[in-house]
Nanobody
Framework: QVQLVESGGGLVQAGGSLRLSCAAS????????MGWFRQAPGKEREFVAA????????YYADSVKGRFTISRDNAKNTVYLQMNSLKPEDTAVYFC?????????????????WGQGTQVTVSS
């Protein structure tokens, strides 16, 4: 089992930046791919970004490419999502997820472990 706890959400003006963190605990000795997803009010949860265990491979949704950067520090069992040039449409609850895939999947079905989420609100 892996427990995930997100932090770093908040209220920011359009054009601003936030950095989300996701701390993992429990069975962290396994090599997990980590992903970020988000869910806006009234919408389905959608993929944002993913990173493989070594950090050598990343994948982004088109909507955030060039603005968001996913990274990880395995010594700290933490994955990050740096979000720049934020837009009101980025407003959502952001979830961290962990999975055993060797690649960087975008489907939530590849991630059995999930955090509780952190709210990001971008005002116009």
């Amino acid at each position: 089992q892996v427990q995930l706890v997100e932090s770093g959400g908040g209220l920011v003006q359009a054009g601003g930046s936030l950095r989300l963190s996701c701390a993992a605990s429990g069975r962290t000795s396994s090599r997990y791919t980590m992903g970020w997803f988000r869910q806006a009010p009234g919408k389905e949860r959608e993929f944002v970004a993913a990173i493989n265990w070594s950090g050598s491979n990343t994948y982004y949704a088109d909507s955030v490419k060039g603005r968001f950067t996913i990274s990880r520090d395995n010594a700290k069992n933490t994955v990050y999502l740096q979000m720049n040039s934020l837009k009101p449409e980025d407003t959502a609850v952001y979830f961290c997820a962990a999975g055993a895939s060797a690649s960087v999947p975008a489907s939530e079905w590849d991630y059995p472990y999930w955090g509780q989420g952190t709210q990001v609100t971008v005002s116009s």
